[in-house]
């Protein structure tokens, strides 16, 4: 397998997470979306991904997929041991309903593309952009902890006391939200949670600092 990846891209480290859980090999292939007005936007990438988004995972078959939670997903099918989803359908959906709490409530109003917007077109400050980008990543895991603690099928991690999808997304957006110095005080069940994935070899090894392109 190969991941089209860029190291501080957290959708890229979710999939990273994902197959690091499920010890599967694949080859590093770096995306700079910076660099050069942006490598995700060069005419060979795009016919991979029409988005230039990453992550691209393309399989051993040759088949190319986009979309962080599609990979995850797809991954969940093809290599299902061990689970990255709960066995009954109402534990999956709870798992489900927490990593879209992340993926789609969350980052889609934080990404490089949007903060980029922000400053480029509509002419924000920096300061400005940073309070935007705080004010959604706090109010978000706000739901996200209230979901959490208010559940007692929580446990170590996100859903039990093994890792699963939620935990993958959960990660990489305490990541950003630290970078971008949020407030983390009224999460106290997320943070506890982001701590124990750090014991697990699967998430020390996905971090940005760790992979080829780390900068």
């Known amino acids: 397998m190969k991941l089209y ?114 400053t480029k077109t509509l002419g924000v400050t920096e300061e400005q952009k940073n309070a935007w980008y705080r004010h959604w990543v706090e109010t978000g895991l706000e739901t996200v902890e209230a979901m959490l603690a208010g559940d007692p099928r929580t446990g170590d991690f996100c859903h039990g006391d093994t890792p699963t999808l939620a935990d993958a997304l959960l990660v990489p957006q305490i990541f950003n939200a630290q970078r971008f110095n949020c407030r983390l005080d009224h999460v106290p069940t997320v943070m506890r949670i982001n701590q124990r994935c750090q014991t697990l070899p699967a998430f020390a090894t996905s971090v940005p600092a760790e992979q080829p392109d780390a900068e």
């Open 5 to 118: 990846s860029y190291f501080r891209s957290s959708a890229s480290f979710r999939v990273r997470i994902a197959l690091a859980l499920k010890g599967l090999p694949y080859d590093y292939m770096p995306v700079h979306l910076v660099k050069g007005g942006g490598q995700q936007f060069s005419a060979e990438y795009k016919a991979m991904n029409p988005a230039a988004l990453v992550p691209v995972l393309q399989d051993d078959d040759g088949g190319v997929l986009s979309q962080s939670l599609a990979i995850i997903e797809y991954l969940e099918e093809t290599r299902p041991s061990p689970p990255l989803l709960p066995v009954d359908p109402a534990g999956r959906a709870r798992v489900r309903a927490l990593a879209l709490s992340i993926a789609c409530e969350i980052h889609p109003l934080n990404n490089l593309r949007v903060l980029g917007y922000l």
